[in-house]
């Protein structure tokens, strides 16, 4: 049996299901603003189990636990820019760029500037921050220069809290390095949210194996969680869409996630969601981490506009007409239109059934520089073992982990042989079994 946890803003829900699906127990209890508290006590009300659970899972979104981000020194490795495309501008973070990098398939630039990178982080050290993003150019291909910066650091701050964007973002600099910066912002967060999830759980009795949710609904585990936070920042809608497709038996579906603070359609095509493009993500910074695609329309709790919600409904439809359309959410009653499939299960439960079912999955993104098919072959058969790695250290189960997508694109504006590739790794959580 595994256990979801889903803490919302105005409840928190617990399902304990077996791994075919069976829903052993479920609870929902009011909402506080600790949340272990939340933990707590929705796992009371859970009441005894058959069993202990093999493993716990919780979904909670940033904007749910108020947080303040740390102070980050930014570290760009890569030749010269203009201002306006400095790094983190107008952030007001601590930031420096330093000669080194890559080209973006690969070839050096500069041979790294340990010397620059050791006084940055004693300017650093000197203002208090002990939080880095590390994001050389060509990192994707080439992550040496990040490893060597990153070594550089820990010799002058052997505590210094290290995040690296060749293990976070995409291909493209920017968004790359503004999604490792958010990664390292939100470090204390992800410490307390899991130090506060491992204390409550623990005083509950419950030793299994702790996992949280990502955006794009799979699970990690905590310590790789604590690592990377900025890839699990806002899970719960389309965790409820996932679960909510599980329940309705659908695989094409467009999702309404009618949520205490907003309505949501979330596209799912095969039981996955859309991938987003890129955007704003957490902190307000334009970034590109595989987030699925949604519509949005906010509202203030307990002031649902049904009109225009059931509008932005039927325009996702025409973009999926042949899709059957599911509802979940706490204020599903509120919109309950013709359709809609309920089954007699509480809606509110749908994120925490999935994330009591879902596994672990990591996506890897690398270019690779081929002359022909054989060549690209053995690179993607390199790049699979690396995404496999990836998933294990996620908290994956090491015999259950497989590559299920790879997708290879030429990069159009480079020769022939330049491949941007992405892979998704998945995996049983640690302590599950097969049905």
């Not at 928190?12 to 949340?35: I, P």
């Not at 002031?303 to 999926?320: G, H, N, S």
């Not at 959410?329 to 925490?352: N, Q, Y």
Request: glycine content about 10%.
């Amino acid at each position: 049996m595994r256990l979801g946890i889903d803490v919302g803003r105005a409840t928190t829900v617990a399902v304990v299901a077996r791994a075919d699906g069976d829903v052993v127990a479920r609870a929902t209890v009011d909402s506080v603003d600790d949340l272990g508290a939340c933990l707590a006590s929705v796992v009371a009300a859970l009441g005894p189990l058959p069993a202990a659970p093999r493993s716990v899972t919780v979904v909670t979104d940033l904007a749910r636990r108020p947080f303040t981000p740390s102070p980050v020194a930014v570290l760009r490795i890569a030749p010269p820019s203009h201002p306006a495309l400095a790094p983190a501008a107008g952030r007001g973070w601590l930031t420096c760029r330093v000669a080194g990098g890559a080209s973006v398939t690969g070839t050096p630039l500069a041979a790294l500037d340990a010397g620059a990178v050791a006084a940055f982080a004693r300017r650093a050290a000197g203002a208090g921050v002990d939080a880095f993003a590390i994001c050389a150019a060509g990192a994707p291909a080439r992550p040496g220069p990040e490893r060597a910066a990153a070594a550089a650091i820990a010799e002058v701050l052997p505590r210094a809290s290290l995040s690296l964007s060749h293990e976070i973002g995409s291909a493209g600099l920017r968004e790359r390095e503004n999604a490792t910066a958010a990664n390292a912002a939100l470090g204390a967060w992800a410490e307390s949210l899991v130090a506060t999830a491992f204390r409550a759980l623990t005083a509950c009795g419950i030793a299994a194996p702790l996992y949280f949710t990502r955006d794009d609904g799979g699970v990690v585990s905590a310590e790789y969680f604590r690592r990377h936070p900025v890839i699990g920042t806002a899970p719960a809608a389309c965790s409820a869409a996932r679960g909510a497709a599980l329940r309705a038996g659908v695989r094409r579906a467009v999702v309404v996630d009618a949520a205490a603070d907003a309505v949501r359609c979330v596209p799912l095509i095969d039981g996955e969601p859309e991938r987003a493009e890129p955007g704003p993500g957490p902190l307000g910074l334009r970034m590109d981490l595989g987030g699925p695609r949604m519509a949005l329309l906010s509202h203030e709790p307990g002031k649902i506009d049904p009109a225009a919600a059931l509008a932005m409904v039927e325009r996702e439809r025409e973009r999926l007409p042949d899709a059957d359309v599911v509802w979940t959410g706490g204020s599903v009653p509120t919109l309950h239109a013709s359709g809609a499939v309920i089954d007699g299960v509480d809606p509110r439960s749908d994120a925490a059934f999935f994330a009591a079912r879902a596994d672990c999955s990591v996506e890897f993104e690398q270019v690779v520089v081929a002359a022909g098919r054989a060549e690209l072959n053995a690179l993607l058969e390199t790049a699979s073992g690396h995404a496999l790695s990836r998933v294990v250290a996620a908290g994956a189960t090491p015999g259950s982990a497989r590559v299920d997508r790879i997708a290879h694109t030429p990069v159009s504006y480079l020769p022939a042989g330049v491949h941007r590739v992405r892979i998704r790794a998945t995996g049983l959580p640690s302590g599950r079994q097969e049905p």
